[in-house]
């Protein structure tokens, strides 16, 4: 793991950027979050330039800010939360860009970045991860329970959410 941590450390744009497309393109078994991690924060723009890529597949623009997210670069905040919000962008990458945003975003401003898809997403299922990730991360309540109140709420996503904010 060390070599592995000393090449990475070491290799040239173009390397860095070859190591990123192999590990995108992995089919066969899960990426690590350690293999991510050992990229260091030299990946991050080659990174956010693949995930707001629209003519790469969204599985690889989703990996994209998944990665993002585990080296915590806090320079995709907005970008990774422009994504999370655009309803023109596949399902995909909207879920991995609403937990990378809840992430990225500094604690204060989770609600507000998220609060647009919690109102607004065609996407039901949109609704309810952004309300888990405001009443967990951003302990967002108000808005999640008037939201809850105001649509027929199922699912996961919605329970997390209302079990976070009992009694809050």
């Known amino acids: 793991m060390t070599a592995l941590l000393l090449a990475l450390t070491l290799a040239t744009p ?13 089919i066969d ?9 050992a990229l260091g924060p ?18 690889r623009r989703a990996k994209s800010i998944d990665a993002l997210a585990l080296l915590e670069d806090a320079a995709s905040a907005a970008p990774i939360a422009r994504l ?3 309803e023109n962008e596949v399902f995909v990458v909207r879920l991995s860009a609403l937990r990378a945003a809840a992430r990225l975003t500094p604690r204060a401003r989770v609600a507000a970045e998220l609060l647009p898809v919690l109102r607004r997403s065609k ?5 309810g991860v952004a309300a888990e990730l405001m009443a967990t991360r951003a302990g967002a309540c108000d808005e999640v329970r008037a939201q809850a109140a105001a649509e027929e709420v199922a699912g996961r996503h919605w329970r997390a959410a209302l079990e976070a904010c009992a009694g809050k």
């Open 14 to 26: 173009a390397e860095l950027r070859a190591q990123i497309e192999a590990l995108l393109g992995n």
């Open 84 to 86: 999370a919000r655009d």
């Open 29 to 37: 078994t899960p990426v690590r979050a350690a293999q991510w991690q």
């Open 123 to 127: 996407d039901a299922r949109l609704r």
């Open 42 to 59: 030299e990946a991050a723009p080659a990174l956010r330039a693949f995930a707001l890529d629209a003519s790469l597949l969204p599985s």
